[in-house]
Nanobody, 115 residues
């Protein structure tokens, strides 16, 4: 069974940076396009960044220019480098596929941006 383990979330002041990691196991990671989602309190879970098998990345307008998604197929891990963080980036961040049936969701990692 596929397992997703997100890590790297923390409390950070506005303008700060964080790097999230997502370890994927139980599947052939390098044949899927994957991405990072986030869910703020009272809101739906939204896709913020996706990365194709060959490495092409796409971003939601709200994070474009600030976030960078990457993947290491040899480690079956994806990353999200988040810079210039804003209070509105506060959410639980999750990783998963970006097309087709989702893998079982992991527990996510909490990112809190406040002063």
């Amino acid at each position: 069974q596929v397992q997703l383990v997100e890590s790297g979330g923390a409390w950070v002041q506005p303008g700060g940076s964080l790097r999230l990691s997502c370890a994927v196991s139980g599947t052939i990671f390098d044949i899927y396009a994957v991405g990072w989602y986030r869910q703020a309190p009272g809101k739906e879970r939204d896709l913020v960044a996706g990365i194709e098998i060959e490495g092409k990345a796409n971003y939601a307008d709200s994070v474009k220019g600030r976030f960078t998604i990457s993947r290491d197929n040899t480690k079956e891990t994806m990353y999200l480098q988040m810079n210039s963080l804003k209070p509105e980036d506060t959410a639980i961040y999750y990783c998963n596929k970006i097309r087709g049936k989702s893998w079982p969701w992991g527990q996510g990692t909490q990112v809190t941006v406040s002063s």
